[in-house]
Each structure stands twice: as C-alpha cells, then as structure tokens.
C-alpha cells in the first residue's frame, strides 16, 4: 500500500509539470506562453507576451523603440493670422497714419528636429522660412497738402526664424510645448492703393489707379518671440504626424524706426508743439499670431 502511494504521488508530480504543456505534433512539449513581460521598455508599457525575456532595460528599451527612435527628422509647416498689439493711441498718429484696422498673415515653411531625453520630455527645435502678409482695407489717412484720403496698404515681411521648443507628452499623441523664437528678418515690401474720402479709388490724369510701392517701411533685422501650444501625434502611413495650435508673441517692436514724427508739406517743416519742440510718438507696435502646425517625420 504504502509503495502504491508513492507511485501515485511520482505519476501526479509528472501530470502536474506538463498539465499545461502542448505537443508540437512531433512528440516536443511546447513551454506555456508568457503572460506579460517582465520587464518595462522605459517608457511605462510593459512588453508583449510574445517578446523574449529581457536581461536588462537598455536591450528592453532597444526593442520597444525599434519603430520609434529617439531623433526624428521632420518637414514643418505653419499658418497663422492676428493682430498688431501695442499699436500707437497717440491722437496724431490715427489722424494722419490711420487706426489699427491690420490684420496679420503668417507662413511658415522649414525643418523640425525633435529628440527624446526622458520618456515624457523632447527638445524639438526647427529652422523655417516666413513670410507675414499685413495688410488693411481702406484704412484712414491724411496728407498735409491733399487733405485726409482712404488707403488699402500691404506690408510684407520675408524672414527666416527658429524656434528652440520643449515638447511634454503627459499621455500618449498628446503634447503641450513652449519655447522661445529669434526672427531675423531679411527684407520688407509695401504698397499703397488711394482712395477719396468717399471711398472711390483715386486717378490720375490718364485715368489710372494711383497706387505706389513703397520704400519706407521696415522692420528690425532681429525680433525675439515666445511660443506656447499643444497639439496631438498621429501615424500616418508608419510615420509621425503633428498636428497643433501655436501661439506667437513678439517680445518687442518690430518697426526698424520705433519714433514717428511728422511733417507739413505746406509749411515745409515737422510738426512743433507749444514749446516749439518737434513731435515724436513711440511706435512699439509688435504682433500677436496664433498658427496651425503640421509637422511630418519622414526620417
């Protein structure tokens, strides 16, 4: 009896080491699968059931990020609109230059690189070409000779910036991001079209639009901007996609001549005050632009 307690216990120790095991069809035991893995890719997901075991975080990490890699390489595209902040208020300047009727349009076109240092934190900065369109219909002005007149103008704005962001993904697809830009602005355009007071566009004596281009506007060759945003990450065809909302906001004025004074055409001289000094009015205008932005990783 007691000899036939032993076996059964023997039999019952084989039974329960391959209860669970599976043939192969060749007469091999299949090993039961894994039911998650062991180790942490680094990144807060634990790794499949059907990945090797792991000896260390660095080859987990290795594994995970086969399809992702920490350095991306990316094509950049952003457009925005808004308004002039901190425009003069000064009685003299909306008499003769006109009230803040600008509206702002922006482009940009570049390059992103974006590198992962933690799991949740990435420096993203990006070098782009822009252009920002200004631009107002029939705004208010007034000459000293002619008298007060209407004004559809166009100012445009060539300049290559470079925005230095950091980029938080608290959950994944999801980001918010801030950082700073330098714009160095490379050359202006600006165009005038006349109108009476009436609306009606001017004429000259052969009965064409009086329209000029302009020469006297410019914008200083440097101009440092902050930037806050958010957006989300998406794979499209095996590569990232970003898509966001930015919002720019230019640390200083940007009028290369940030005092404005006047001159009478009649009297052939700048505009006094009572103690026969030459009016001067500060013109920090700067801009406001909140953009759309795609981002695309092709590398």
Request: aromatic share 14%; proline share 5%; with cysteine.
């Amino acid at each position: 009896m007691k000899n036939l307690m032993i076996a059964s216990a023997i039999a019952l120790m084989c039974l329960g080491t391959n209860a669970f095991a599976e043939d192969d069809g060749y007469g091999n035991d299949i090993p039961p699968a894994r039911v998650e893995g062991t180790v942490d890719d680094g990144y807060g997901n634990k790794l499949p059931a059907n990945e090797p075991e792991y000896k260390s975080y660095g080859d987990a990490r290795a594994s995970s990020n086969s399809g992702s890699p920490d350095f991306n390489i990316g094509f950049h595209f952003a457009f925005g609109a808004g308004p002039y902040l901190d425009y003069p208020t000064d009685s003299l300047v909306l008499d003769h230059l006109g009230e803040n009727e600008w509206t702002n349009f922006s482009f940009d076109l570049g390059a992103i690189f974006k590198y992962r240092i933690h799991r949740f934190v990435s420096i993203a900065p990006e070098v782009n070409l822009g252009i920002n369109i200004a631009s107002r219909d029939k705004g208010r002005g007034f000459d000293w000779y002619y008298g007060p007149y209407q004004v559809s103008e166009q100012r445009v704005l060539f300049s290559v910036n470079i925005p230095l962001m950091l980029r938080f993904t608290p959950i994944p697809s999801f980001y918010i991001e801030g950082g700073a830009r330098v714009n160095f602005n490379l050359g202006t355009t600006h165009s005038y079209e006349y109108y009476d007071p009436n609306g009606e566009q001017l004429r000259d004596e052969n009965e064409q639009t009086i329209s000029k281009e302009l020469e006297e506007w410019k914008a200083k060759t440097f101009v440092p901007s902050v930037i806050g945003g958010l957006g989300g990450t998406f794979k499209v065809n095996g590569s990232d996609l970003d898509f966001g909302l930015r919002v720019i906001y230019d640390l200083s004025g940007i009028e290369a001549d940030d005092k404005i004074d006047f001159f009478d055409k009649k009297k052939n001289e700048f505009l006094k005050n009572e103690k026969g000094e030459k009016v001067v009015v500060n013109n920090d205008t700067r801009m406001l632009i909140i953009q759309l932005v795609l981002n695309y990783y092709a590398f």
